[in-house]
Protein backbone atom coordinates (compact mmCIF):
# COMPACT_ATOMS: atom_id res chain seq x y z
CA UNK A 1 0.00 0.00 0.00
CA UNK A 2 1.27 3.39 -0.83
CA UNK A 3 1.29 5.86 1.61
CA UNK A 4 2.35 8.87 -0.28
CA UNK A 5 1.10 12.50 0.18
CA UNK A 6 1.17 14.61 -2.19
CA UNK A 7 0.71 18.26 -1.75
CA UNK A 8 -0.86 19.41 -4.64
CA UNK A 9 -3.52 16.90 -4.69
CA UNK A 10 -6.64 17.05 -2.35
CA UNK A 11 -8.50 13.98 -0.98
CA UNK A 12 -10.49 12.56 -3.01
CA UNK A 13 -9.01 13.79 -6.48
CA UNK A 14 -8.27 11.66 -9.17
CA UNK A 15 -5.91 11.17 -11.88
CA UNK A 16 -8.71 13.09 -13.83
CA UNK A 17 -8.07 15.79 -12.19
CA UNK A 18 -4.46 15.95 -12.55
CA UNK A 19 -4.70 15.92 -16.53
CA UNK A 20 -6.90 18.57 -16.22
CA UNK A 21 -4.88 20.97 -14.19
CA UNK A 22 -2.14 19.62 -16.36
CA UNK A 23 -4.23 20.35 -19.79
CA UNK A 24 -4.76 24.44 -18.03
CA UNK A 25 -1.32 24.62 -17.39
CA UNK A 26 -0.14 23.68 -20.93
CA UNK A 27 -2.19 26.26 -22.39
CA UNK A 28 -0.57 29.10 -20.35
CA UNK A 29 2.70 27.24 -20.85
CA UNK A 30 3.10 28.75 -24.01
CA UNK A 31 3.27 32.39 -23.23
CA UNK A 32 6.52 31.47 -20.28
CA UNK A 33 8.24 31.14 -23.17
CA UNK A 34 9.53 34.37 -25.04
CA UNK A 35 11.44 32.20 -27.56
CA UNK A 36 10.16 32.06 -31.48
CA UNK A 37 7.91 28.57 -30.70
CA UNK A 38 5.56 30.85 -28.53
CA UNK A 39 2.24 30.27 -29.05
CA UNK A 40 1.51 34.35 -30.03
CA UNK A 41 4.03 34.11 -32.64
CA UNK A 42 0.89 31.88 -34.97
CA UNK A 43 -1.29 34.45 -35.16
CA UNK A 44 -1.77 37.10 -37.65
CA UNK A 45 -2.62 40.23 -36.45
CA UNK A 46 -6.26 40.24 -37.76
CA UNK A 47 -6.13 36.83 -35.71
CA UNK A 48 -5.73 38.68 -32.61
CA UNK A 49 -8.10 41.43 -33.37
CA UNK A 50 -10.82 38.46 -33.94
CA UNK A 51 -9.86 37.05 -30.24
CA UNK A 52 -9.79 40.09 -29.15
CA UNK A 53 -13.37 41.06 -30.12
CA UNK A 54 -14.72 37.51 -28.95
CA UNK A 55 -13.59 38.51 -25.30
CA UNK A 56 -15.23 41.76 -25.48
CA UNK A 57 -18.30 39.92 -26.72
CA UNK A 58 -18.22 37.10 -24.38
CA UNK A 59 -16.81 38.87 -21.20
CA UNK A 60 -20.27 38.61 -19.17
CA UNK A 61 -19.79 34.43 -19.62
CA UNK A 62 -20.62 34.06 -16.15
CA UNK A 63 -24.39 34.90 -17.14
CA UNK A 64 -24.52 32.06 -19.47
CA UNK A 65 -26.35 28.62 -18.12
CA UNK A 66 -23.08 26.42 -17.57
CA UNK A 67 -23.91 22.84 -17.01
CA UNK A 68 -23.07 21.35 -13.56
CA UNK A 69 -21.21 18.23 -13.02
CA UNK A 70 -21.66 16.21 -9.93
CA UNK A 71 -19.03 15.49 -7.93
CA UNK A 72 -18.50 13.12 -4.61
CA UNK A 73 -19.93 14.62 -1.51
CA UNK A 74 -23.08 16.17 -3.38
CA UNK A 75 -20.74 18.74 -5.05
CA UNK A 76 -20.96 19.86 -8.55
CA UNK A 77 -18.21 21.94 -10.71
CA UNK A 78 -18.74 23.35 -14.04
CA UNK A 79 -17.25 21.91 -17.88
CA UNK A 80 -13.35 23.00 -17.90
CA UNK A 81 -14.16 25.73 -20.37
CA UNK A 82 -15.71 27.92 -17.75
CA UNK A 83 -12.86 27.25 -15.27
CA UNK A 84 -10.46 28.40 -18.23
CA UNK A 85 -12.76 31.58 -18.84
CA UNK A 86 -12.48 32.28 -14.92
CA UNK A 87 -9.06 31.78 -14.78
CA UNK A 88 -8.05 34.28 -17.80
CA UNK A 89 -10.56 36.85 -16.86
CA UNK A 90 -8.84 36.81 -12.75
CA UNK A 91 -5.86 36.99 -14.51
CA UNK A 92 -7.03 40.24 -16.04
CA UNK A 93 -8.37 42.04 -13.36
CA UNK A 94 -5.81 40.55 -10.40
CA UNK A 95 -2.87 39.42 -12.32
CA UNK A 96 -0.79 36.44 -10.93
CA UNK A 97 -2.32 34.48 -8.41
CA UNK A 98 -0.26 34.34 -5.12
CA UNK A 99 -3.32 33.05 -2.97
CA UNK A 100 -2.76 29.79 -1.28
CA UNK A 101 -4.58 26.99 -3.05
CA UNK A 102 -8.04 26.03 -1.37
CA UNK A 103 -8.58 22.87 0.13
CA UNK A 104 -11.87 22.72 2.11
CA UNK A 105 -15.13 24.40 2.58
CA UNK A 106 -16.61 26.33 5.33
CA UNK A 107 -18.93 23.15 5.96
CA UNK A 108 -15.94 20.64 5.87
CA UNK A 109 -16.08 19.27 2.68
CA UNK A 110 -13.62 19.26 -0.25
CA UNK A 111 -13.85 22.48 -2.28
CA UNK A 112 -13.82 21.02 -5.79
CA UNK A 113 -14.96 24.39 -7.38
CA UNK A 114 -13.19 26.32 -5.69
CA UNK A 115 -9.82 24.17 -5.70
CA UNK A 116 -10.92 24.39 -10.37
CA UNK A 117 -10.61 28.44 -10.08
CA UNK A 118 -8.08 28.47 -8.11
CA UNK A 119 -6.10 26.00 -10.86
CA UNK A 120 -7.25 28.13 -13.64
CA UNK A 121 -6.16 31.42 -12.55
CA UNK A 122 -2.74 29.68 -11.40
CA UNK A 123 -1.96 28.52 -14.71
CA UNK A 124 -2.42 32.16 -16.13
CA UNK A 125 0.30 33.25 -14.13
CA UNK A 126 2.84 35.22 -16.65
CA UNK A 127 1.06 36.52 -19.23
CA UNK A 128 0.30 38.94 -20.99
CA UNK A 129 -3.41 40.32 -20.98
CA UNK A 130 -3.40 39.83 -24.68
CA UNK A 131 -2.66 36.38 -24.27
CA UNK A 132 -5.18 36.17 -21.29
CA UNK A 133 -8.04 37.36 -23.85
CA UNK A 134 -6.89 34.91 -25.87
CA UNK A 135 -7.26 31.95 -24.13
CA UNK A 136 -10.24 33.16 -22.56
CA UNK A 137 -11.58 33.55 -26.45
CA UNK A 138 -10.19 29.89 -27.54
CA UNK A 139 -12.01 28.53 -24.27
CA UNK A 140 -15.13 30.14 -25.35
CA UNK A 141 -14.68 28.92 -28.66
CA UNK A 142 -14.74 25.46 -27.44
CA UNK A 143 -17.40 25.70 -24.82
CA UNK A 144 -19.45 27.43 -27.35
CA UNK A 145 -18.59 24.52 -30.11
CA UNK A 146 -19.79 22.06 -28.00
CA UNK A 147 -23.25 22.83 -26.11
CA UNK A 148 -24.61 19.80 -24.95
CA UNK A 149 -21.54 19.24 -22.74
CA UNK A 150 -21.31 22.84 -21.68
CA UNK A 151 -24.49 24.08 -21.10
CA UNK A 152 -28.57 23.63 -20.39
Known sequence: ??????????????????????????RAQDDET????????????EDIATFLSEYEEHKD???LK????????????????????????????DGDNAEPAPVWREDGS??????????????????????AKIVFAKAMRQALANPAENFY
Not at 110 to 131: H, L, P, Q, V
Open 1 to 26: MNLRCDAQRMPGESVATDRRLAALRS
Open 110 to 131: IDYGGRAKWDAWDACKGMTKER
Open 61 to 63: YEK
Open 34 to 45: DDEESDDEEYSD
Open 66 to 93: WRYIQRPGGQAVRPDAYYACYGATRHLT
